[in-house]
Structures are given as C-alpha cells and as structure tokens.
C-alpha cells in the first residue's frame, strides 16, 4: 500500500476539494449519488481521514454534499439549483473585476498572515513555488500560481477570508480568465512571477509586514499590465 502524506497534508485537501468541485460542476457526480469511501478518497490523494473528513464538511456546510450516519457521503439533493446560483454568481465577473478585488483583498491579507501564519503554510508555499518553477505547462504553471495564493490566504487561518478567495478563485477558473492569461503568459513573465512569488514568500516569512506588501501589490500591478495592459 503507497504510504500516505503528512494528515494534515494543505496540498492533498487542496486537491480533494478540487476534484469534487469539478465533478459536481461538470455533472459526473449527480444529486443522491454516493461518493466513495473516506478510506478510497484518503489513498487516492494521499492524505489522512481527518482531512477527508474536513474536506467533506466544508463542503457539506456550503450545501454541497449531505451524510447519512452509517451509509456515507452523497451529492446533495439540490445540486443543481446550488450550482447554478455559483455559475450565476460569476458570469457576469469579468477578469478586470476580478483584479480589482484581489488588488484590495490580497495586501489587505498580509497583517493577518504575518500574525497567524505557521512553519507548515511556508513550507506549503515554498512547494507551490518549487512546482511552479517545474511546471512543463502553461496549465500546470497556473494551477501552481493559483494554488500558491490560495495558501497564503488560507495561512492568514480565517475561514471567512478563505471562503472569499475561493470565490474568486471561481471565477479564475473561468474561460475569459484562462484565455487571457494564455495569451499573456511569455517564458520571461512566467519567469518574472517566480521571482516575484519567492519575494513575496520570503517577505511572509520575514514577518515584514511593509516588505510583504509592496511585494504582493507590485506582483499584483504586473499581473493586472499583463493581462489589462495597465
């Protein structure tokens, strides 16, 4: 048996929730279907029941799943109507809305991060980077880019906070949003943004509050160039 992850695995979860959100969204999973065995999910993605189980009622609390005690985890009966209301919630979000937010969102995170954040979210960061500087795609390079931002939302350790981010990581995931950073995306900017993504990690780690922002605004500013042209 393929030896599991640390249980308390940000990446592993990350992926969990990730994989269950696409199922649910493109209709593989339907209303009242079982999901496999917290034993199943914990081996496929290499992470502990606990973070099984903590992926589980996260999505449970946003009414996306629903348990049975003593038969498992089933799509909720009203999928549909959720999911329609996440899919209205974000067409009209345009990607110059979406910057817009994260340029206040984002460096308004960092007080908290530096207060909050913990050894294992820097070292969840520092893989994010270590992936992305390894990404052989431009998809693959994003997924990493996305997935390093979210970590440094979740280390500020406020559900509120991460619960908005993953709002806008939504509508990240969109085509409008994903065409653009196709078309914008150069070997040398890519390049750019991983000096940028370890500047603003090493800021964090730092605890330098003013250094941490002028990191992610400046990041963020290039980003909103690329894509926007200003």
């Known amino acids: 048996m393929t030896q599991l992850t640390e249980e308390g695995s940000i990446q ?5 929730r990730n ?5 649910l969204r493109s209709g593989k999973w339907i209303a009242g279907q079982k999901l ?6 914990s081996e496929s993605f290499k992470i502990g029941r606990s973070t099984v189980r903590r992926v589980i009622a996260q999505l449970k609390a946003k009414g996306l799943l629903r ?5 498992g985890t089933y799509v909720a009966d009203n999928i549909e109507a959720t999911i329609g209301a996440e899919r209205r919630a974000t067409v009209n979000v345009s990607p110059a809305d979406l910057m817009e937010a994260r340029m206040v969102l984002e460096p308004s995170l960092i007080e908290l991060i530096v207060r909050n954040a913990t050894a294992a979210d820097f070292a969840e960061m520092d893989r994010c980077c ?5 990404a052989d795609s431009l998809e693959l390079f994003e ?10 939302a979740a280390a500020a350790h406020n559900n509120f906070v991460l619960d908005v981010f993953d709002s806008m990581n939504r509508v990240r995931a969109a085509g409008e949003w994903g065409a653009m950073k196709r078309k914008s995306v150069t070997p040398e900017r890519k390049a750019a943004y991983q ?6 990690v090493d800021a964090l ?9 002028e990191a992610i605004v400046g990041h963020l500013q290039r980003v909103r160039k690329n894509l926007l042209g200003y």
């Open 12 to 16: 592993g979860a990350l992926a969990l």
């Open 19 to 23: 994989q269950i959100l696409e199922n």
């Open 36 to 41: 496999p065995t917290e034993r199943k999910l």
């Open 67 to 71: 348990q049975n005690v003593g038969s």
């Open 130 to 134: 270590d992936e992305a500087e390894a």
């Open 143 to 152: 997924y990493w880019d996305g997935a390093l931002h979210r970590q440094i």
């Open 195 to 200: 000096v940028e993504h370890r500047a603003i």
């Open 205 to 213: 780690r730092d605890r330098d509050v003013d250094q941490a922002r």
